[in-house]
């Protein structure tokens, strides 16, 4: 055993680099990957937008019943029915879209850890929400007194159920928002940890996003 040490020492020097198996082909062996033990999309983010496409295909499902209700009717809206309040709503509308743009600015304040900035933002979002709510509660109040319910008809029972869904989402966003105000002021978020403002952003510029399109169905087509 000694003596094939000692041969194997004289004929592979400890110097010598191992050999190498040539690749097929020729050429270097190529790097090994290195894993990444990352996800490519966090488990939190990934849930939001599972949850907002199921609210996409709940909303395509109520906009299809309506489109298909509105193109059988030879009258629309129907006679002796009252008609919506479009110019309110419009100004309405541009409260809500400009809460969109409040809580992106929220956001960009979460992320380069400015606390104050992001709970002033914060603040004005939760009260345009608050504000859009409002207006249209109002505005039900006056069309039911009008006559419009749910039981007078096609057009009550499509308004309200589309119209008034869309006000469930909203009014739960802006609980959810309050929330994280709450958290913000707390000081629950910095520059690295921030993921809770992240998904509430998704959920409210979906609800903002999504009332354009039912405003120019309902209220103007």
């Given amino acids: 055993m000694a003596r094939e040490a000692v041969a194997r020492k004289l004929i592979e020097p400890e110097d010598a680099e191992p050999l190498r198996r040539p690749a ?3 050429g270097e062996e190529p790097p090994r ?6 996800p490519v999309i966090g488990n939190a983010r990934l849930a939001i937008l ?7 295909m709940f909303f395509a499902g109520l906009i299809g019943a309506f489109l298909v209700f509105r193109l059988s009717s030879p009258a629309w ?4 029915q009252p008609r919506l309040p479009v110019g309110v709503t419009a100004v309405n509308s541009v409260i809500l879209l400009v809460s969109g743009l409040t809580m992106r600015l929220a956001l960009m304040a979460a992320r380069r850890g400015k606390s104050t900035r992001l709970a002033q933002w914060l603040s004005i979002t939760v009260l345009l929400g608050t504000v859009f709510l409002g207006i249209q509660g109002y505005e039900w109040l006056r069309l039911i007194g009008f006559g419009l319910t749910l ?4 057009y009550g029972a499509t308004f309200y159920t589309l119209i008034g869904c869309h006000g469930l989402h ?3 966003a802006a609980l959810w ?3 994280v105000l709450l ?5 629950r978020y910095s520059e690295r940890n921030y993921a809770g403002v992240q998904l509430c952003a998704m959920y409210w510029t979906f609800v903002v996003g999504l009332w354009p399109v039912l405003y120019g169905l309902v209220y103007l087509y």
């Fill in 24 to 26: 097929f082909g020729g």
């Fill in 33 to 38: 990957r290195v894993g990444s033990t990352q």
């Fill in 50 to 56: 599972m949850f907002i496409a199921a609210e996409t």
């Fill in 77 to 80: 809206p129907p006679p002796f």
């Fill in 151 to 154: 039981s007078s008809g096609v």
């Fill in 170 to 172: 909203v009014f739960g």
């Fill in 177 to 179: 928002l309050a929330v």
């Fill in 183 to 187: 958290r913000a002021r707390q000081g």
